[in-house]
């Protein structure tokens, strides 16, 4: 029985990953910061598809929080195979009217989170010979726009080298770049996204399904949608400076 720690599990995407991975039949550890909806999801998810489910409470903006999921990703009495490195959230509005306190908060949650716990997970999955990280991002991290779109893009490149790095050895690493998802993520934000057209929306479980098939196959990239693959196809050819301009037009979207 292999088992499978997920940050930012109870809502979106996170919690899509965790009925997913329980109805493959995998133990699961989940981490966000409200203790009382851990437990309410393990509950269900251990009534539903019968498999063992941990619940870490932990803030991932604070020391403390990253911490304690460093230390369960090392503890060799139930090896994590999998790591799902979800947890995330936007701020509203341009550069500089968001609190720089908000900035680093994200950068925290985005990338140093990222950065010390796929160290911590990497030794003990290459010294077993197999394991799998998926480390979330964004459709944004292709589109330059402020912090969000930054962090997402480090997520992007620091995955797909470590994944070179690692090559031969049995462990995977795979950069998950979704669009629109219907998650809380946007109200949690205060972003309004009236303005998105259907078409632009993507299920949380259309991305979980087409995240895992990517990761079977092997690859560091997974982009969900065949209309987002065209967008992240056209955002490579573009030059940079357009590229900003369309972004920033989209995000008047959240105004």
């Known amino acids: 029985m292999t088992t499978a720690l997920i940050t930012g599990a109870t809502a979106g995407i996170g919690a899509a990953f965790a ?9 699961l550890v989940l981490v966000a910061r409200d203790a009382d909806r851990l437990a309410d999801t393990a ?26 999921v460093e230390e369960r990703l090392r503890d060799g009495a139930r090896p994590v195979d999998i790591l799902i490195n979800n947890a995330g959230f936007g701020n509203k509005g341009s550069f500089l ?27 003990g999955m290459r010294e077993r010979g197999f394991g799998g990280v998926v480390n979330v991002a964004s459709v944004a991290a292709f589109l330059p ?24 050895t049995g462990v995977r690493l795979m950069a998950l770049a979704p669009g629109f998802t219907r998650t809380e993520f946007h109200q949690r934000a205060g972003m309004g996204t009236s303005n998105v057209p259907a078409w632009g929306w993507l299920s949380a479980e259309r991305v979980v399904d087409e995240a895992l098939r990517d990761l079977a196959k092997g690859r560091s990239l ?21 590229l900003g301009g369309v972004s920033a037009k989209a995000a008047r979207t959240y105004e």
Do not use: C, N
Not at 146 to 158: C, E, I, L, P, R
Not at 223 to 239: D, E, Q, S, T
């Open 145 to 168: 726009r402020g912090t969000y779109g930054a962090s997402k893009a480090w997520v992007v490149s620091f995955t797909q080298g470590v994944a070179r790095d690692l090559g031969g």
């Open 222 to 242: 997974s982009i969900p949608g065949k209309r987002y693959k065209a967008v992240v196809a056209v955002a490579r050819l573009l030059p940079s400076g357009k």
């Open 43 to 68: 509950a269900e998810l251990t009534k539903k598809y019968g498999v063992e489910v941990e619940v870490l409470p932990a803030d991932l903006a604070t020391d403390a929080g990253i911490g304690a």
């Open 19 to 27: 009925r997913r991975l329980a109805k493959d039949g995998r133990d």
């Open 97 to 123: 009217t968001v609190p720089l306190d908000q900035e680093l908060d994200m950068l925290k949650v985005h990338v140093e989170a990222i950065l010390r716990t796929t160290t911590a997970a990497l030794p």
